[in-house]
């Protein structure tokens, strides 16, 4: 008993050693860019131990160069040999490198002196400026920020934002390039016959470098492409309107107005085609004035083929199309159809009919006879009159305008202007 009396007597007289003391803590920049050193500085006493937590750990002299790892509390601990210990915290942020995150311009394209939002965002920037790429003119502009312009041609505006003095890199540069489409030119938009009697045509023609045309009537429109014409044919009097599409946007010019002098037509009549292999034939009219004729391609002999194109130009105003079929000779073709053409076959009645072979053997060419009812005929259909349209040529196989096509092809090969057609008139 006096032997534990002694040890805890004994013990309580050691002296222990002084808790230590940091006198100091502290670091040259508590906003290092990301990447960058930094230097702390500290003084303690009565330590055994020193570190710097969470990095670099155990420090043996100050100052100490560390490279945070992390934005967060950096804790100087010393610690002395009885294991008491003394703390202290710094806060260190990190300043993310110098960088444009975004710069456009809005809307992609605009019309020459109509608004464009340039529009940016940066980080760690101390400043901002914004050239103008057509006059050179540098303004001061926010960090982070808009601003409208008005460029008359596509100009490229240059942000550039600043770092900090002493920081690397010293700016950094993005460019914004605001468009501008130039509107397609047109000029003398003009008609050739400002007066017609009813059932003429008159040409609409102009200038321009627009990628395509389009003329409207107020009712219909006309999309032409990249024609600078237009034949029309109104039945009453007519404004037209050009618009001209290009890159750059739309241009319109017009009205121009074609009188009308009312004149209507009352019957269709046909005439007699040439001698030829085909011809385009008519069904005679029992019961005159006749509105609608039946129109038929029929051989004059016997005629071998297995392909048939028929590209007929119509005038629409006077007539309307319907009733096609082919004959008993070609009921079994893979494809016939009929259709009013558009585009650049636009008033154009395109006739298409043609077998096909297999996979073992070409196509075979059917018999036209003109001596055999059940063989005596390709194919057939209606056109009734319009009288709105006025009295003139509905088509004329002597002059046939632009799109017409007659072509079969056979065994032995395709023949242009297979079929002869004659004239139709509405009177």
Same mark, same amino acid.
């Given at each position: 008993m006096k032997r534990v009396l002694f040890l805890a007597f004994a013990l309580a007289a050691c002296p222990r050693s002084p808790p230590p003391v940091i006198d100091s803590f502290t670091v040259d920049q508590p906003n290092p860019d990301v990447g960058a050193a930094v230097t702390f500085s500290y003084a303690v006493r009565g330590a055994s131990t020193v570190s710097?937590?969470?990095?670099?750990?155990?420090?043996?002299?100050?100052?100490v160069i560390?490279?945070?790892?992390?934005?967060?509390?950096?804790?100087?601990?010393a610690t002395n040999e009885d294991g008491v210990e003394a703390t202290s915290g710094i806060a260190i942020t990190l300043r993310p490198w110098l960088a444009i995150n975004a710069a456009d311009a809005?809307?992609?394209?605009?019309?020459?002196?109509?608004?464009?939002?340039?529009?940016?965002?940066?980080?760690?920037?101390?400043?901002?400026?914004l050239t103008d790429g057509a006059t050179g003119q540098v303004s001061d502009v926010a960090v982070s920020g808009s601003? /409208?312009?008005?460029?008359?041609?596509?100009? /490229?505006?240059?942000?550039?934002?600043?770092?900090?003095?002493?920081?690397?890199?010293?700016?950094?540069?993005?460019?914004?390039?605001?468009?501008?489409? /130039?509107?397609?030119?047109?000029?003398?938009?003009?008609?050739?016959?400002?007066?017609?009697?009813?059932?003429d045509s008159a040409t609409l023609s102009w200038q321009?470098?627009?990628v395509n045309y389009s003329v409207s009537d107020g009712t219909s429109t006309?999309?032409?492409?990249?024609?600078?014409?237009?034949?029309?044919?109104?039945?009453?009097?007519?404004?037209?309107?050009?618009?001209a599409v290009g890159p750059g946007g739309t241009s319109t010019a017009g009205p121009v107005t074609v009188t009308?002098?009312?004149?209507?037509?009352?019957?269709?009549?046909?005439?007699?085609?040439?001698?030829?292999?085909?011809?385009?034939?008519?069904?005679?009219?029992?019961?005159?004035?006749?509105?609608?004729?039946?129109?038929?391609?029929?051989?004059?002999?016997?005629?071998?083929?297995?392909?048939?194109?028929?590209?007929?130009?119509?005038d629409t105003t006077k007539v309307s199309f319907g009733g096609f079929d082919v004959g008993p000779a070609l009921a079994n073709a893979a494809a016939k159809k009929a259709t009013?053409?558009?585009?650049?076959?636009?008033?154009?009645?395109?006739?298409? /009919?043609?077998?096909?072979?297999?996979?073992?053997?070409?196509?075979?060419?059917?018999t036209l006879d003109a001596s055999n009812p059940a063989a005596d005929e390709a194919a057939h259909f209606t056109l009734t009159l319009l009288s709105a349209g006025g009295r003139g040529a509905v088509f004329d196989g002597a002059a046939p305008g632009v799109g017409y096509k007659a072509v079969i092809q056979n065994v032995a090969g395709r023949t242009y202007n297979a079929i002869a057609v004659s004239k139709l008139d509405a009177n």
């Open positions: 710097i937590e969470p990095a670099p750990g155990v420090v043996h002299a100050s100052p560390v490279v945070p790892p992390a934005a967060g509390t950096f804790t100087l601990r809005i809307p992609g394209q605009a019309q020459p002196g109509t608004d464009v939002n340039l529009t940016w965002r940066t980080t760690s920037a101390e400043r901002a400026t601003s /409208i312009v008005h460029p008359a041609a596509t100009t /490229i505006y240059t942000l550039t934002a600043y770092n900090k003095d002493g920081h690397q890199p010293a700016s950094v540069t993005a460019k914004m390039v605001a468009r501008v489409g /130039i509107p397609p030119s047109v000029s003398n938009f003009a008609v050739d016959k400002p007066s017609i009697v009813q059932g321009g470098n627009a006309f999309n032409v492409g990249p024609r600078r014409s237009l034949v029309v044919r109104p039945a009453t009097n007519a404004a037209y309107t050009l618009q009308v002098q009312a004149h209507p037509a009352t019957s269709l009549t046909y005439g007699t085609p040439a001698a030829a292999p085909l011809q385009l034939v008519a069904d005679p009219c029992t019961n005159p004035p006749c509105t609608t004729v039946t129109l038929r391609i029929k051989p004059t002999a016997t005629v071998q083929l297995r392909g048939l194109a028929f590209n007929l130009p119509l009013m053409g558009s585009g650049l076959l636009q008033d154009v009645l395109v006739i298409g /009919i043609a077998f096909t072979g297999t996979g073992a053997a070409v196509a075979q060419d059917a």
